[in-house]
């Protein structure tokens, strides 16, 4: 095994500038492979976090008439003994009208325990004019909201709610979650001036939960498992797989066409390196005719190819991680939106491109079958007969 991989060495660097080519066109492969790949994940994460990376991805709600949950306490500390559950929080919604100045307007009044809130939907992060709650009878506002009522910092607000009762907030601050609908329409307050609006008591309207990066698409089978925790038949436990089917039959597009392209590149990469070691073989047919009539056995003159291919692999594939990488960090340099931001974020799948890169090598090799196995039935007395 030792001389076969001796001899092929020799041969790679007999022929430089074959060699050369050859690992040039697997990096090639293993680079597209690597960019259109990362490309595909980075703008699939990109998608997932726009949609869900701050709002509720798994939620319980109640199915009584009321729409109440009660004891929520206990609830949210069962529901926490579930591992993959991250982030949790509690909320008490209902849609009322505000009015100021003249002026009445739809709301949806979301009431928070801001720190625990925070951890999903980073409404601190977002305020860009004021400050967060820190007391009841405080509300923050969307800005396309605070635009359409002229609204200023200090400003105190009447809310109405569906029973008529009146309620008088002030303006705490602006806030801007990047989706307009939200900026428009909620008026987020804590949950005690929520509950005190709506005559909820102590109770809420849901329990929302969001869970680790790894498992976003596992929150189905994290959801079965939030039910038998809670095992409550008046409560209803919703992920946001279910919510949006059409986003993920387009994610799933998207990981298919991805996959062809790869496949198609990497069948093309196979049967050139294929290719070109089968040309080798004439090359060097007197070679190994000569090694054959020295005694060396057939199994050995496979194994010179064989050596070749994974010898091509590894320099292809070390190459072909380099130039993917470099290729997809200057995507995200020039490709750039308005304010300067990638237009697709960087996701850098350190696993992914070890696997392209093994992959090329398994390619490699497997490449190398077909001349290796051309050079087992050379019979060493024709070749050096005929020259």
Do not use: C
């Not at 999903?120 to 909201?145: R, S």
Request: proline fraction near 2%; charged fraction near 20%; charge should be neutral.
């Amino acid at each position: 095994m030792v001389f076969s991989a001796k001899v092929a060495m020799r041969f790679l660097k007999s022929g430089k500038s074959q060699t050369i080519f050859i690992a040039l066109g697997i990096a090639i492969g293993v680079s597209v492979q690597i960019f259109i790949g990362l490309l595909i994940q980075g703008l699939q994460q990109s998608l997932v976090n726009k949609t869900i990376g701050n709002s509720s991805q798994i939620t319980v709600t109640s199915m009584k008439d009321d729409k109440l949950i009660g004891n929520w306490e206990d609830i949210v500390d069962k529901i926490s003994s579930e591992k993959r559950i991250e982030k949790i929080s509690v909320a008490a919604d209902s849609s009322g009208f505000v009015r100021h100045d003249g002026k009445s307007e739809p709301v949806l009044v979301r009431g928070f325990l801001p720190d625990k809130a925070d951890g999903i939907y980073n409404i601190k992060e977002n305020i860009i004019e004021g400050e967060a709650l820190n007391g009841d009878g405080q509300v923050l506002i969307g800005k396309e909201f605070r635009d359409k009522l002229e609204l200023k910092l200090g400003d105190e607000i009447e809310i109405v709610n569906f029973e008529g009762k009146k309620s008088t907030l002030k303006v705490k601050g602006f806030y801007d979650l990047k989706v307009s609908s939200i900026n428009k329409s909620w008026l987020i307050v804590n949950l005690k001036t929520s509950q005190d609006i709506f005559g909820f008591q102590n109770k809420v309207t849901g329990i929302e939960m969001q869970v680790a990066d790894s498992d976003v698409f596992d929150t189905v089978d994290i959801t079965k498992s939030v039910e038998s925790i809670i095992n409550n038949e008046n409560l209803k436990v919703e992920d946001w797989q279910s919510q949006n089917a059409q986003l993920l039959s387009g994610l799933s597009g998207q990981s298919m066409s991805s996959i062809m392209i790869q496949v198609f590149v990497l069948v093309s990469v196979i049967l050139g390196i294929a290719s070109v070691l089968a040309i080798t073989v004439m090359q060097k047919s007197k070679q190994i005719g000569i090694l054959k009539a020295m005694g060396v056995k057939d199994r050995s003159s496979s194994l010179i190819f064989m050596f070749q291919g994974f010898f091509l692999g590894i320099l292809g594939a070390i190459i072909g991680v380099v130039l993917g990488v470099g290729l997809i960090v200057m995507f995200s340099k020039f490709a750039l939106n308005p304010d300067g931001t990638p237009v697709v974020p960087i996701y850098m799948n350190y696993g992914f491109i070890a696997f392209s890169g093994l992959i090329a090598v398994i390619s490699a090799v497997a490449a190398s079958l077909i001349p290796a196995r051309k050079s087992s039935k050379l019979n060493p007395i024709e070749v050096i007969r005929n020259g």
